[in-house]
């Protein structure tokens, strides 16, 4: 008997779990078993793991309908809760590892690149979507801050495995740090004026202005207090407690209406950063949690998140083919800005990493995340954008998969 014949025997059983707390624990299991058998597949074949996950998903309901519609139903209930888990995860994973200094603006190409990766396409999508359907401008510009991430769940253990000069790792490795973070912060500004904030340049800047203060101020304190306390306990279960206090603070600066991801990144940053500033305030250097532990849990809890949003984003997505030109037609959008913004900036020595640079575009966990929190927000184009972002993930996949597989870059002997 076929798997999907099998399924489709097995799945009404589970009509009879009905709603209740035992189906939302049974989807969750059921997600995390497939993202385990996903990455045990992309082992042997290279299949991006998201090209998996969502296959997976589309199987089991749009294509099969072989999950229960109360199962999609808990899972979509939980997408804004998993959604802020994996906001605050995301900013504090990559702010962290921002050391300030000459470091992070010495290394120009990476950082040119991340910013270009959020800011050209949020620009140059706002004028498309107005001018080909009509799009409100902040609409336009909203789908170009979510699509302006290049997956550091797949570009960095692409990276790995090639034989590329060291300045050069490194600048992928910030370029895609950078955009995910520049990412949900320009996300985060552009959700706000979809509330009838004007969408003006005055606006603008004494809307950010305001609602960025607050924040800033939060993530600060929280920042100073919490290495503070690190010096008088013991630094065992730093990481999980530390993003404890990550969620904590995202809660509180939610009830003062700030923008609880910016107050999570300056107090990730400031945690990155724990040593020079606890050196400022006279506290001593306690030894913390070992890092093979603490990459352990990360790993772990990212490997969670990933796998749930794109399984989610496989179940409750529509198989359109009016979704699916739109999809075309933007990611050819994104490939000419890609080019436009790789040639220009690797030049000299790094020119040989043009092809390279430009197959690093696959969109991801990020992307994912932040189209599934417009599409619990809902609305016309919340709806729309998600739809159009579930299919340039794959598209970009596939895309990023061919021109990576035809670069002249060699791939390390250890593989």
């Given at each position: 008997?076929?798997l ?13 779990l ?8 049974i989807?969750i ?17 290279k299949?991006?793991?998201a ?11 749009p ?18 809760i ?8 995301i900013m ?7 050391k300030?200094?000459?470091?992070l ?36 510009a909203?789908?170009?801050?979510v ?32 955009n995910s973070?520049f ?7 552009l959700?706000?004026f ?17 609602y ?8 600060l ?15 065992a279960?730093?990481?999980?407690a ?25 107090f990730?940053i ?14 001593k ?7 093979i532990?603490?990459r ?8 969670l998140l990933m796998t ?26 994104l ?17 040989e990493?043009?092809?390279l ?17 417009l ?29 990576i ?9 250890d593989?």
């Amino acid at each position: 008997m076929s798997l999907i014949g099998s399924l489709s025997i097995i799945a009404p059983l589970f009509l009879q779990l009905g709603s209740s707390s035992i189906s939302i624990l049974i989807a969750i299991a059921a997600i995390i078993i497939i993202g385990y058998l996903a990455r045990a597949i992309f082992h042997r074949t290279k299949i991006p793991e998201a090209l998996i996950m969502i296959a997976i998903g589309l199987l089991l309901v749009p294509i099969g309908h072989l999950l229960p519609g109360t199962y999609v139903n808990s899972l979509r209930s939980l997408a804004a809760i998993f959604g802020d888990i994996a906001l605050i995860v995301i900013m504090y994973n990559g702010g962290k590892t921002i050391k300030l200094g000459r470091k992070l603006f010495g290394n120009t190409i990476g950082f040119t690149l991340g910013i270009f990766d959020v800011i050209l396409p949020m620009v140059v999508l706002s004028v498309v979507m107005y001018v080909w359907l009509g799009w409100p401008l902040v609409y336009g510009a909203i789908l170009g801050a979510v699509l302006g991430e290049t997956s550091t769940v797949i570009v960095i253990p692409i990276i790995k495995r090639l034989k590329i000069q060291r300045e050069m790792y490194d600048a992928l490795v910030l370029e895609t740090t950078l955009n995910s973070v520049f990412d949900i912060l320009i996300f985060t500004l552009l959700i706000a004026f979809t509330g009838g904030q004007a969408f003006t340049a005055s606006g603008i800047a004494s809307f950010t202005i305001d609602y960025i203060s607050v924040s800033i101020a939060f993530g600060l304190l929280a920042g100073v207090l919490w290495i503070a306390v690190q010096n008088y306990i013991n630094g065992a279960r730093e990481y999980l407690a530390t993003l404890a206090v990550a969620i904590l603070l995202f809660g509180i600066v939610e009830l003062f209406n700030g923008a609880a991801a910016i107050s999570v990144l300056i107090f990730a940053i400031m945690i990155g950063n724990s040593k020079p500033i606890a050196k400022f305030f006279g506290f001593k250097k306690l030894k913390m949690e070992g890092a093979i532990a603490r990459r352990a849990v990360e790993h772990d809890i990212e490997f969670l998140l990933m796998t749930f949003f794109f399984v989610f984003i496989g179940m409750i997505a529509i198989l359109s083919l009016q979704y699916f030109i739109y999809a075309v037609i933007i990611t050819v959008v994104l490939l000419a800005i890609r080019y436009l913004e790789v040639w220009p900036v690797l030049r000299s020595k790094f020119s040989e990493y043009r092809p390279l640079t430009f197959g690093l575009m696959e969109r991801g966990t990020t992307v994912a995340v932040l189209a599934a929190i417009l599409f619990s927000i809902g609305g016309t184009y919340n709806d729309q954008i998600f739809y159009i972002c579930f299919m340039v993930i794959i598209l970009t996949n596939i895309v990023g998969s061919l021109v990576i597989s035809r670069t002249r870059v060699k791939v390390k002997p250890d593989g």
